[in-house]
């Protein structure tokens, strides 16, 4: 994986360095089902067709360790997780 120091100028003027990744693999945006604000789903989901990025929703049960069925082998794929239910299940996926 290659990583490439994009901050140069920011930590120039005192700003924390950014170091960008550079992903090797599809992106994949999962994005829980079940959100409360449904509007900015089908928002996220718009703008995220909008640039042809790949989306899935998922199911989550909060607080339940169960991690959401993936049509896709995770390890092929760069995966970005949207939604608060997500953050005890980031280490499973």
Sequence with gaps: ?????VGRAQAD???PRRILTV???PLT???QANLR???FLAR???ALDQLGEDRQRVELVPFSPEVPALSFEAAERAIVCYGPSF?????SI
């Design 87 to 91: 953050v005890p299940y980031v280490r």
């Design 23 to 25: 992903v090797d693999r």
């Design 13 to 15: 003027i005192g700003l």
């Design 1 to 5: 994986m290659e990583h490439v120091d």
């Design 29 to 31: 945006w999962l994005l």
């Design 37 to 39: 604000d449904q509007a």
């Design 44 to 46: 996220l989901e718009a």
